[in-house]
């Protein structure tokens, strides 16, 4: 599906094509191999992949950092979206991830609306985690 989907955008000379894999679980191997696949065949004829979202919740806590080391392995990923960051998860993954996988937290989800997901601004992350308030 990807491909006929790569192929159709560059037939209507689309610049971007969006692909959800949503529901990918890190511990079954032959999901993320199909994950691994469906990547691979982003790249083929006339696609080229620029960026590979990993999004993941803010409350999942230290499993966070096995689901991301185990997608960007299968996928290249380039950077998190990190959702739920407005509940009671206090976001402790964001150093993990990038220590130890180098991945950019890209964006957060500070709410349920489209608006509520905004660029990540490590100062305001900071700020608000030493903040006395």
Same mark, same amino acid.
């Given at each position: 599906m990807i491909f006929d989907a790569v192929e159709a955008a560059a037939a209507r000379k689309a610049d971007v094509v969006l692909? !959800? %894999?949503a529901g990918r679980l890190h511990t079954k191997t032959n999901l993320m191999d199909e994950l691994?696949?469906?990547?691979?065949v982003a790249d083929k004829g006339a696609g080229s992949v620029t960026e590979v979202l #990993? *999004? #993941?919740d803010a409350t999942t806590g230290q499993n966070g950092l096995n689901q991301a080391?185990?997608?960007?392995?299968a996928t290249d990923v380039t950077g998190v979206v &990190? %959702?739920?960051l407005d509940g009671s998860a206090k976001?402790?993954?964001?150093?993990a991830i990038r220590a130890e996988l180098d991945l950019p *937290?890209? &964006?957060?989800g500070l709410g349920e609306s489209a608006t509520d997901l905004v660029d990540f601004d490590?100062?305001?992350? *900071? !700020?608000? #985690?030493?903040s006395t308030d």
């Open positions: 692909a !959800d %894999t691994a696949k469906v990547r691979r #990993l *999004v #993941l080391r185990q997608f960007a392995e &990190l %959702t739920k976001g402790g993954i964001v150093f *937290v890209k &964006l957060v490590a100062g305001e992350f *900071v !700020d608000a #985690l030493v």
